[in-house]
């Protein structure tokens, strides 16, 4: 079965970068849209990035320009880098892999980014 394990988060200053990684186990790129969602406190969770299994992507509008997704086949792990956060990105960023056949999704265990000064 697919297995996710997303990492990278942590504490970071208003202005700073961080980059998450999601290791993704039983995933073929070329079958499954990678994603990244976030769900902040007594909020919904939302999308923040999307890369499909033909390699296009797609971004939340608040994180365009400062956020990028990508992939490294040779690792099967899944990016996000994330630069000049703001406090409004403080959230628990989950990993997302959906099969494209299927139109199941599977997801990581979550990781906390804190922006704060």
């Known amino acids: 079965q697919v297995q996710l394990v997303e990492s990278g988060g942590g504490l970071v200053q208003p202005g700073g970068s961080l980059r998450l990684s999601c290791a993704a186990s039983?995933?073929?790129?070329?079958?499954?849209?990678m994603g990244w969602y976030r769900q902040a406190p007594g909020k919904q969770r939302e999308l923040v990035a999307i890369?499909?299994?033909?390699?296009?992507?797609n971004y939340a509008d608040s994180v365009k320009g400062r956020f990028t997704i990508s992939r490294d086949s040779a690792k099967n792990t899944v990016y996000l880098q994330m630069n000049s956060l703001k406090p409004e990105d403080t959230a628990v960023y989950y990993c997302?892999?959906?099969?494209?056949?299927?139109?199941?999704?599977?997801w990581g265990q979550g990781t906390q980014v804190t922006v704060s000064s």
């Open positions: 890369i499909t299994n033909a390699g296009n992507t």
């Open positions: 039983r995933v073929i790129f070329s079958r499954y849209a």
């Open positions: 997302n892999a959906r099969d494209v056949i299927y139109n199941y999704d599977n």
